[in-house]
Structures are given as structure tokens and as C-alpha cells.
């Protein structure tokens, strides 16, 4: 049986479950000229969202644009918008919003003078607003919203001087008001390289810069508040460079940032470096897998349990190859592997997320063929395997423990105002190309209860794609019906509680690709009780009821004194605020005892009346 992953779900409510398996992909997204992608988001229907920079094509006064772009599950264009407002324009950091959209940066370079420009778009990669911001941006910074959906963004720039480089920390509001502008500097240059916003608002800066030697990088974090002050800051270092690349926040609040260092027995390997909250060094793991220029992470996510995926590349100047590990939470490797798709050319990861099946999808640059660079789309297994090039890498894991110093970061204020602008479009022909031979039918489908419990029977809603003559198989473990050939699938039914899987296979011209989920039929009908109601007459949340209640039960709920104001055995009778006498009870939290011989144990808790 495969690992539950169900939670307590309503009737006729969608139903959270795991997918288990997805054929991988390989394939490059571009046109006629030069491409790379930057960032790629998972959207909702299991399509993708992508940002690339390259030439426009036909090239215009040598222009580059930047291009957001969806695609279905496998890669296929479904639409794109192109964006160019100065000669040389290049997006980053693509993230979604909580509306559906998304939000990004463009480094856009006119007549000499670089800017950075914080876009919105709609799902269509329609501009809701643009800001132009008068910092230098580009791979190496960072963009991350908060949990009501405020945008902060860290751009490297010569604020003050143009010998050294500093830290441009911004955050704006959904809506693109400027909430604060901050400069935050070292003695030497301070480069910014990612950044994130824990649930209580802290602001974590990834950066680097030459601490403890003027030859040699190092990491630092800096911890600023909700107004962007900085707080507190650390460096740690090995022997000799140190380059840090993403950084996320874990759920045990923890900060995981991979990279690169360089060792001179080893030349660079990938690292990831684990710190709590205060900046304290929790512990960090390197990967050497014995390549001419080393191994380098550029991206970090969850593996959706406890652990972390990585991806990079590895190789030699002539020669880079996509590469992608599994660690634990301990960053042990669970397995590492690499893609060697255009092999003798240079290939890097820029960017990757693990899907809603469990994938992993990776993007960046492809040397797809001998003249052209073109936007990678890579989707692999929760194994780490791809089509027709998947090969073991392995690599030695050693766990050198860095030198951790404070350092002394001055913030001060910035005092500027964006400039609303509308970034220029352009008309360019994109196209996507499989390079492996795949299925390309895009499978997902959801079930929601039929009926109240204890009835066992659910609909299945088919939200998958296939060419036209596909053959369709639905296998039900334990339902009524066994199986379906039907694109839409009957009711299934099961006769006893307990876990079930549902399995849809899909065969297109030989090839096939399945999708399984599992349901928990009994944790679907699991009792659920609210801790707050408003008898207010206003029809909304007027009572205190009991979903999935036993036939045999005895509900008491009791005041503050112990008195009883309301007791029932009837499935059908709802507290209404009244005691037993009829009048309405004050406001305040009451205490109810729920007792059934079909419990293990009795619920007990409290429900709070609001007026």
C-alpha cells in the first residue's frame, strides 16, 4: 500500500490525496533565435508558468526580451507574452499570487543606464502595474511575498558608490505602493543572492561578500524585522570561496541555502547549510562528484516529506550537465543523478519545483542543438529519472563545519519613487520540441464524497487531456464497479471503510502514463466540530452542529458552572444558543462532552457564542 496521504474531507468537498506517478519529460521551449529560462512555477491545472530571456526573433535592432509563458503538463506552449522595454530585457524570480497572477523582476538595460522593473500580470501575462526602480537586477537577487501577499525584493546596486556594491532591500504592497526602501552595505561589496519571509513576518537576506579575507567570498545572512532593520547578521565560511544561491525556510523554521565551494583538492562542490531562526548554524553537508569545474546547486525545494531537492549542474567548461539529488532531512543523499541531454555543450539549472504528483520539473538553459540555446523543460519521477538520459552521479558527501562569525551590516534608508511604467511589447514565435518520445496525454483527476456518511460511494471528476482514439482504464481496489474503460468513469462505491486506491492509465499510440490516488473512506466521514457559532438569525453559522454524528450518541454542553443548557441524542436537533428553558444564553465559551459506544474515547471541548 502506498504512503496515506488523505486528510478528513466534507461531503461533496474535494478530497487532498497523492499522485503517484508521472511519466517524465524532456523538452526545449524557444524560437529560431537564442533562449534560457530563469523561473518556472506548477500552476493549478498541472500546466507550468515560465519566464525566458533570448533574442527576438526576427531580431530587431538586436533586441532581447523577456517572455512569460504557459504550458500544459507536458510542456506544450499554450500561450506566451513578450516584454521589451529597453534594448536588453531579462525577467527573474517569477512568482504566483494569491489572485491567480503572478509577479516578477526585469532587468531591463537602455541606452547604457540599467533599472529594474517590478511587474504584475494576470494568469494571461496581461500588466496589471509596473514599477521602474532605479537598481540593477539579475539572477543573482531575489523576490518573496508575504503571507498577505506584500512583494519584498533584494537587487544588487551602487547606491552611494559606484566602487562597491550594495544591497537594495524594497517591499511593496500587493496593489505596488512602496511600503519601505533600505540600503544595506558592508565595509566591501555586498551581494545579494536570495530572499525570504518566515510566517511571523522576519525578513532573511542571503548575500556574500569578502569577510574574513579580501581574496576569498563568503555566505552571509541577514536578519532584518518587518520594517527592513536589520537585526541580525552572520558569515560563515570555509577555507576558501563560498557562493551561495537560493535559500527557503523550512517547516521546522529553518533556513536550507545551497551553492558552491571551493576546495583545492576538489575544485567547487555543491553544498546545502542548514541555520535556525537566530542565524545559528544547525549543520551543512558537500557533494563532490569529482567533475573538472565541480558541481554547482542553483536551486533548492521540499521533496514534500521531510527532505530537500537539489539541482545544479556538474562538468567542465566545454561540457555541463543538468543534475538533480534527493537528501533527508539530515541531507544525507537519497539519490543523486544526472541528465547528460546535450552532452559536450554547456547546460545549467537555473531554476526546478516539485509538482502536485509528486515530480520534479527543471528549467534553464539547453544547448539543444550545434547553434542555438533554448529554454529547457525537464520533468522527472520522484526517483530522479528522465527518458532516454538518465545516469547515476555519484558523489562523496563529507560534512566540514564552517567558520560562523557575526558581521556588522549598516541599513539605512533609501529615498526614491518608482516610476509607473507599462514595459513595451514584442512579437516573437515560439515553439516547444519533445526530445524524448513521451505520452502526451496530461492526467489528473479529483474525487468528492457522494451523499452523507457512512456512505461509501464517490464521484470522479476527469480533468485529464489525451489525444483523440486514446485508450481509457480507470481501476478501482475495492469499488463496485472493479474497473471502467469510460473517459468519464461511473459513481464508484465501496462496501467497507478503509484505504482505497483509484488508478487511471492512459494509452496513446503505445505509450502509456498512469495517475493513483488513495482515499481513506473512513477519515472522509471523521466527526467534525466547530468551536465557534453566531445564533444571530442571520442564517450563516446559526448553530452548533456536529458533522457525521453516530446513530447512537449523547451530546451535553454545559456552562461555566457546570449547569447543562442544552442536551440531545437526535442527529437532526441543533443547538441553537437557547437553554432548556427557551431564552438565548450570553456570549462566551461553553464546555460540550460528545459520548457514543462506537468512540474509542469521548470528545470533550469548548464552543464559543458570538452575537
Known amino acids: 500500500m502506498n504512503l496515506k496521504n488523505s486528510i478528513v474531507g466534507f461531503a461533496l468537498v474535494l478530497l487532498t490525496t497523492k499522485l503517484f506517478s508521472q511519466t517524465p519529460i524532456v523538452a526545449d521551449i524557444g524560437t529560431v533565435a537564442s533562449e534560457e529560462a530563469s523561473s518556472i512555477v506548477q500552476s493549478t491545472d498541472g500546466g507550468f508558468a515560465l519566464l525566458f530571456n533570448g533574442s527576438i526573433n526576427p531580431p530587431i535592432n538586436n533586441l532581447t526580451g523577456c517572455t512569460f509563458l504557459r504550458t500544459d503538463c507536458n510542456g506544450n506552449v499554450l500561450f506566451y507574452k513578450t516584454y521589451a522595454p529597453g534594448q536588453a530585457n531579462a525577467g527573474y524570480h517569477l512568482t504566483a499570487t494569491s489572485d491567480n497572477g503572478f509577479v516578477f523582476l526585469m532587468a531591463v538595460n537602455s541606452n547604457n543606464i540599467n533599472s529594474t522593473y517590478i511587474t504584475k500580470i494576470d494568469s494571461a501575462g496581461n500588466v496589471k502595474w509596473s514599477k521602474i526602480i532605479p537598481v540593477r537586477s539579475g539572477n543573482m537577487d531575489g523576490l518573496s511575498l508575504d503571507a498577505a501577499g506584500n512583494i519584498y525584493v533584494v537587487a544588487n546596486a551602487s547606491l552611494t558608490n559606484v566602487t562597491k556594491d550594495e544591497i537594495a532591500l524594497l517591499k511593496f504592497s500587493p496593489s505596488g505602493n512602496l511600503l519601505f526602501s533600505n540600503k544595506l552595505e558592508y565595509t566591501s561589496n555586498l551581494r545579494a543572492s536570495d530572499i525570504s519571509i518566515s510566517t511571523s513576518g522576519q525578513i532573511y537576506v542571503l548575500a556574500m561578500a569578502n569577510v574574513v579575507s579580501t581574496t576569498y567570498t563568503d555566505i552571509v545572512l541577514i536578519a532584518c524585522n518587518a520594517m527592513g532593520a536589520v537585526t541580525n547578521a552572520k558569515t560563515y565560511s570555509t577555507a576558501l570561496d563560498d557562493e551561495p544561491a537560493q535559500m527557503l525556510i523550512s517547516n521546522k523554521n529553518e533556513l536550507v541555502i545551497c551553492g558552491r565551494s571551493f576546495f583545492s583538492n576538489s575544485a567547487y562542490d555543491g553544498f546545502v547549510l542548514k541555520c535556525d531562526s537566530n542565524l545559528n548554524y544547525v549543520t551543512s553537508k558537500y557533494y563532490d562528484a569529482s567533475t573538472q569545474l565541480g558541481e554547482m546547486l542553483r536551486a533548492i525545494f521540499s521533496d514534500g516529506d521531510n527532505g530537500w531537492i537539489v539541482a545544479g549542474d556538474k562538468g567542465a567548461a566545454g561540457g555541463r550537465d543538468f543534475i538533480c539529488a534527493n537528501l533527508d532531512s539530515n541531507l544525507n543523499m537519497v539519490w543523486s543523478n544526472y541528465y547528460p541531454i546535450a552532452p559536450q555543450f554547456t547546460n ?59 558581521v556588522s551590516i549598516t541599513q539605512s534608508q533609501i529615498v526614491f519613487t518608482p516610476i509607473d511604467n507599462m514595459p513595451a511589447m514584442a512579437t516573437i514565435n515560439v515553439y516547444s520540441n519533445g526530445i524524448c518520445g513521451v505520452n502526451n496525454s496530461c492526467l489528473n483527476f479529483t474525487t468528492s464524497k457522494q451523499g452523507d456518511c457512512p456512505a461509501q460511494c464517490y464521484v470522479i471528476t476527469n480533468t485529464s487531456s489525451a489525444a483523440p482514439g486514446s485508450f481509457w482504464y480507470w481501476d478501482f481496489d475495492g469499488g463496485d464497479p472493479a474497473f471502467s474503460l469510460q473517459q468519464i468513469p461511473p459513481v464508484v462505491c465501496f ?65 461555566r458552572w457546570g449547569n447543562i443548557v442544552f442536551e440531545t441524542k437526535d442527529k437532526n436537533k441543533f443547538w441553537d444558543g ?22 474509542k474515547e469521548n470528545y470533550r471541548g469548548t464552543v464559543s457564542i458570538l452575537y
Open 495 to 559: 462496501k467497507e471503510k478503509g484505504v482505497y486506491n483509484i488508478k487511471l492509465t492512459v494509452t496513446t499510440n503505445g505509450k502509456s502514463n498512469s495517475v493513483e490516488r488513495e482515499i481513506n473512506t473512513e477519515e472522509d466521514c471523521a466527526i467534525t466540530i466547530p468551536n465557534i457559532f453566531t445564533p444571530n438569525g442571520d442564517n450563516v453559522n446559526d448553530v452548533f452542529f456536529i458533522k457525521n454524528l453516530p446513530d447512537n450518541f449523547l451530546l451535553t454542553v454545559v456552562n
Open 578 to 599: 437557547t437553554n432548556q428553558k427557551g431564552t438565548f444564553v450570553s456570549e462566551g465559551v461553553y464546555f460540550y462532552i460528545l459520548q457514543s459506544d462506537t468512540f
Open 348 to 406: 545549467y539549472t537555473y531554476a526546478g519545483c516539485r509538482n502536485i504528483n509528486g515530480s520534479i520539473t527543471l528549467t534553464g538553459d539547453l544547448r539543444s542543438t550545434a547553434n542555438l540555446r533554448q529554454a529547457l523543460f525537464l520533468t522527472i519521477d520522484k526517483s530522479g529519472n528522465a527518458p532516454c538520459s538518465t545516469q547515476v552521479l555519484p558523489m562523496t558527501t563529507t560534512s566540514e563545519v564552517p567558520a560562523v562569525l557575526n
